[in-house]
Every structure is written in structure tokens, then in C-alpha cells.
């Protein structure tokens, strides 16, 4: 297979691009024939990578598989600060055990989605530079920005006008990223949107470090499952990289209608026409449609056989069961866990639904539990659970059921 042109190279670069400054400064250095070193910067301050994190990496893969070296940057030591892109409040430091623990997990999930070959990767951590740094370093670096310049932040500007506080040690973040920059050489950075101005101090860095400016790719944040927000484990509207198959197939299932279209072109590598054919034709089918986006995720992050389980799988817990059986047990998937019920929480048979809920399914609290219940979230063998403090009769082999997807089988102990 020949090598695809500049031009194609850059079509398939800028697809699913917010902003590229410039598309003309990549032209260039893509038809230079040199390996460009592609960075992207991820601070581990939380374990799992969702699919909202996947939208970047694999444009860092489409680099790769030009020739081009990824270059992503552990920021075990910005972490510590917290990135206050998009936050209405500071956020709290994290230590350096959290944050080593959290990008213990973040090179394997990542290996979900990049080449780990040595010619086409590097990782790097900024703490091999950050943290040697003195204090005439810092300086040095300040001077390099205006207060006015870094005012001009929209999350900066918008906690001022609100008479929130700023800390100085947020105003360090923009800074130390595009350090990296400088240290790395780096020829293009990718990040989401939110990361715009961040990315942008590092092209500033590097002129002042006499480095060609980086070129900065910034791509769409993903909207979370609820079709609100962006894509957070902390807002519980996430698909995590490591979720297994049928748990990804009912979270994408679960999406907006609306949002169909941009997870199938920020996570998937479905052409245009087929895009267009299962979004926006008015013969298209939605239920179809987004069962055609979730299967082909989860052969990204699987195997097409894992795909296919978990659709047939999904019809037969949400579509009536088999050859149109409509009862209870034809119903249910067939690896439910047993939950061991301790004999101090039964008395004459009963429970308390609240203490039941909470420790088959490790809700949180009791308020947690009491709010699903009142939603009609939790069923016992079928029947919906309707009085959070009238106690409930149980047996071994009860099905108790939260939602759709989540089921536990009763062991009394």
C-alpha cells in the first residue's frame, strides 16, 4: 500500500478538529518528511480513562500510523496543582501516592488505543523537569507571561467576575504545560478544547525558547451519556475504556438520539456516508443505529464476538426475552452475582430494603438507596419495591435488581 499524500494525511488529521492553529504550519511539516513528535498531556487524577479521554488518543494514534512518534506526557507533577480548565472552583492538590496510584493504570488503558512501539511512542513524565526546578527557575518562568495575558483565560475571568478566588499556584498550570512543551521538542500538542489556552502558552514558550511553535490540535469535548455534560466519572455520565462489554453496550444504548452522530465520529472510524446514512437519513432506525455505534465500540475495546454477546445479550434483558417470552426469568442474564445476606440483617425473614440495597450493590448511603427506590429502581424477583421502610421477605435465590442492568442473587447466610 502506498503512503498516503500530504493532503490526504491532513484530511484525515483535521477530520473531528475544532481548531488547528494552523492547518497551514502542519501542511508544511507533514510535507517535510520528518517524524513529528505528537504530544498529549494527561494528568492522572483519577484511575480509569473513559471514552471521553479516547477522543485525543486516537487522533494520536492517526499520527502514528503516518509514522509519527506520540509522545504523551504522565503529569504526575501538574497533578499535584490540578488543571483549573473549566473549573468554577479551585481544585484540591492531590498527593504524589494518589497521583502515582491513579497512572499506575493509565499505560495499559492507554495501550487500548496507541502503537507502545519504541519508534512510535515515548512517555515521558513532567516531574523529571518540574520537580528539579529552583526557585530563579519558576521566576524565570513567570516573567515569560503578563497578568493581563493569563486574565484573558475564560475560566480565570469568569471566577473574577463571580468575586471567586484565583490562586497564584493555578496561574503556574498554563505555564508548566507549555514548559513541557519546550522540553520535548514537541512539534504538534493535542488536547480538547478546554485545553486551548494551555496548549497555546506552549507555542508562546517555545518562541521564546527559539523552538518552531508547536502546532495545536484541539478536538471536541465528548458529551456524557446524559446528553448534558461533558463526559466525567465524577458526573457518573461516563463509559469507561475498561468497562466490560455488556456494561459498555448499555451505557452507549442509553446515549440521546441527538448525540449519535459525534460518538460516531470522535470514537469510531466510520465513513462519512455511513455516518450520515444511520444518523441523518429519515429511513434510518435509531434503536438500530445506536446498537450499530455500540457494537462497534466495544469491538474497539474487545473483540467483534465480545460485540455480539453483548447485543444479543441487551435484547434479551430489555426486549422480552426469547421467542417472545415475557416472563421474569426469561429475562435475566445468566452471570448474576450472589450477594451473601449476613444473618444480623435478617430478622423473621425480612429485611430492611434500604440495608439490602446498599450492600448488594454498594451504593454509598441509605439516602442513595432511598432515592432509587422512590424512582422505582429496585425490584425484588420482578416486583417493584415501593415503600423504602416497610421490610421485605427474602429467601436464597431471590433476585433483587437495580434498574436495568445491575442484579444480585440473595444467599441468606
Same mark, same amino acid.
Given at each position: 500500500?502506498?503512503?498516503?499524500?500530504?493532503?490526504?494525511?491532513?484530511?484525515?488529521?483535521? =477530520?473531528?478538529?475544532?481548531?488547528?492553529?494552523?492547518?497551514? !504550519?502542519?501542511?508544511?511539516?507533514? #510535507?517535510?518528511?520528518?517524524?513529528?513528535?505528537?504530544?498529549?498531556?494527561?494528568?492522572?487524577?483519577?484511575?480509569?480513562?473513559?471514552?471521553?479521554?479516547?477522543?485525543?488518543?486516537?487522533?494520536?494514534?492517526?499520527?502514528?500510523?503516518?509514522?509519527?512518534?506520540? *509522545?504523551?506526557?504522565?503529569?504526575?507533577?501538574?497533578?499535584?496543582?490540578?488543571?483549573?480548565?473549566?473549573?468554577? $472552583?479551585?481544585?484540591?492538590?492531590?498527593?504524589?501516592?494518589? *497521583?502515582?496510584?491513579?497512572?499506575?493504570?493509565?499505560? &495499559?488503558?492507554?495501550?487500548?488505543?496507541?502503537?507502545?512501539?519504541?519508534? &512510535?511512542?515515548?512517555?515521558? +513524565?513532567?516531574?523529571?523537569?518540574?520537580?528539579?526546578?529552583?526557585?530563579?527557575?519558576?521566576?524565570?518562568?513567570?516573567?515569560?507571561?503578563?497578568?493581563?495575558?493569563?486574565?484573558?483565560?475564560?475560566?480565570?475571568?469568569?471566577?473574577?467576575?463571580?468575586? &471567586?478566588?484565583?490562586?497564584?499556584?493555578?496561574?503556574?498550570?498554563?505555564?508548566?504545560?507549555? +514548559?513541557?512543551?519546550?522540553?520535548? &521538542?514537541?512539534?504538534?500538542?493535542?488536547?480538547?478544547?478546554?485545553?486551548? %489556552?494551555?496548549?497555546?502558552?506552549?507555542?508562546?514558550?517555545?518562541?521564546?525558547?527559539?523552538?518552531?511553535?508547536?502546532?495545536?490540535?484541539?478536538?471536541?469535548?465528548?458529551?456524557?451519556?446524559?446528553?448534558?455534560?461533558?463526559?466525567?466519572?465524577?458526573?457518573?455520565?461516563?463509559?469507561?475504556?475498561?468497562?466490560?462489554?455488556? #456494561?459498555?453496550?448499555?451505557?452507549?444504548?442509553?446515549?440521546? #438520539?441527538?448525540?449519535?452522530?459525534?460518538? %460516531?465520529?470522535?470514537?469510531?472510524?466510520?465513513?462519512?456516508? $455511513?455516518?450520515?446514512?444511520?444518523?441523518?437519513?429519515?429511513?434510518?432506525?435509531? =434503536?438500530?443505529?445506536?446498537?450499530?455505534?455500540?457494537?462497534?465500540?466495544?469491538?474497539?475495546?474487545?473483540?467483534? !464476538?465480545?460485540?455480539?454477546?453483548?447485543?444479543?445479550?441487551?435484547?434479551? *434483558?430489555?426486549?422480552?426475552?426469547?421467542?417472545?417470552?415475557?416472563?421474569?426469568?426469561?429475562?435475566?442474564?445468566?452471570?448474576?452475582? !450472589?450477594?451473601?445476606?449476613?444473618?444480623?440483617?435478617?430478622?423473621?425473614? !425480612?429485611?430492611?430494603?434500604?440495608?439490602?440495597?446498599?450492600?448488594? %450493590?454498594?451504593?454509598?448511603?441509605?439516602?442513595?438507596?432511598? =432515592?432509587?427506590?422512590?424512582?422505582?429502581?429496585?425490584?425484588?424477583?420482578?416486583?417493584?419495591?415501593?415503600?423504602?421502610?416497610?421490610?421485605?421477605?427474602?429467601?436464597?435465590?431471590?433476585?433483587?435488581?437495580?434498574?436495568?442492568?445491575? %442484579?444480585?442473587?440473595?444467599?441468606?447466610?
Amino acid at each position: 500500500m502506498s503512503k498516503p499524500t500530504t493532503d490526504q494525511q491532513l484530511q484525515t488529521l483535521i =477530520r473531528g478538529c475544532e481548531h488547528c492553529f494552523t492547518t497551514e !504550519e502542519l501542511e508544511k511539516r507533514l #510535507d517535510s518528511g520528518k517524524q513529528l513528535r505528537v504530544k498529549l498531556g494527561m494528568d492522572p487524577t483519577a484511575p480509569d480513562l473513559t471514552l471521553g479521554h479516547t477522543v485525543v488518543l486516537r487522533k494520536l494514534r492517526q499520527f502514528q500510523d503516518f509514522g509519527h512518534k506520540a *509522545v504523551l506526557i504522565i503529569g504526575d507533577y501538574t497533578a499535584r496543582i490540578g488543571d483549573p480548565s473549566g473549573k468554577s $472552583k479551585t481544585r484540591p492538590m492531590l498527593t504524589p501516592e494518589q *497521583v502515582k496510584q491513579n497512572a499506575e493504570t493509565y499505560m &495499559k488503558q492507554a495501550g487500548k488505543v496507541l502503537d507502545l512501539s519504541d519508534e &512510535k511512542f515515548e512517555v515521558r +513524565h513532567n516531574s523529571e523537569w518540574l520537580e528539579p526546578m529552583s526557585c530563579a527557575d519558576v521566576l524565570r518562568l513567570m516573567s515569560q507571561m503578563t497578568v493581563a495575558r493569563m486574565m484573558e483565560r475564560d475560566t480565570f475571568a469568569t471566577r473574577q467576575k463571580a468575586g &471567586k478566588e484565583i490562586f497564584m499556584h493555578e496561574m503556574l498550570y498554563p505555564l508548566m504545560q507549555g +514548559h513541557d512543551s519546550v522540553m520535548i &521538542k514537541a512539534d504538534v500538542e493535542l488536547g480538547g478544547t478546554d485545553q486551548t %489556552f494551555n496548549n497555546l502558552c506552549g507555542r508562546d514558550l517555545q518562541r521564546n525558547a527559539n523552538q518552531p511553535p508547536q502546532i495545536v490540535m484541539t478536538l471536541p469535548l465528548l458529551v456524557g451519556t446524559d446528553g448534558k455534560l461533558k463526559m466525567s466519572k465524577s458526573m457518573g455520565n461516563y463509559v469507561a475504556v475498561t468497562d466490560t462489554p455488556t #456494561d459498555m453496550f448499555g451505557k452507549v444504548m442509553r446515549i440521546p #438520539d441527538p448525540l449519535m452522530r459525534s460518538y %460516531f465520529e470522535l470514537l469510531t472510524d466510520t465513513p462519512e456516508e $455511513k455516518i450520515a446514512a444511520l444518523t441523518d437519513s429519515p429511513d434510518a432506525n435509531p =434503536r438500530d443505529s445506536k446498537e450499530e455505534l455500540a457494537k462497534t465500540i466495544i469491538e474497539l475495546y474487545h473483540s467483534k !464476538e465480545a460485540a455480539t454477546a453483548a447485543a444479543q445479550e441487551f435484547k434479551r *434483558v430489555h426486549g422480552g426475552g426469547t421467542d417472545g417470552a415475557t416472563d421474569f426469568e426469561s429475562t435475566l442474564p445468566d452471570d448474576i452475582p !450472589e450477594v451473601a445476606i449476613p444473618a444480623d440483617m435478617i430478622k423473621d425473614g !425480612e429485611v430492611d430494603p434500604l440495608s439490602v440495597t446498599v450492600h448488594c %450493590f454498594n451504593e454509598k448511603s441509605r439516602g442513595v438507596a432511598k =432515592r432509587l427506590i422512590a424512582e422505582s429502581g429496585i425490584r425484588l424477583n420482578g416486583e417493584v419495591i415501593t415503600d423504602p421502610q416497610t421490610p421485605i421477605k427474602i429467601k436464597t435465590g431471590d433476585i433483587l435488581q437495580r434498574g436495568k442492568r445491575k %442484579f444480585a442473587k440473595i444467599a441468606l447466610q
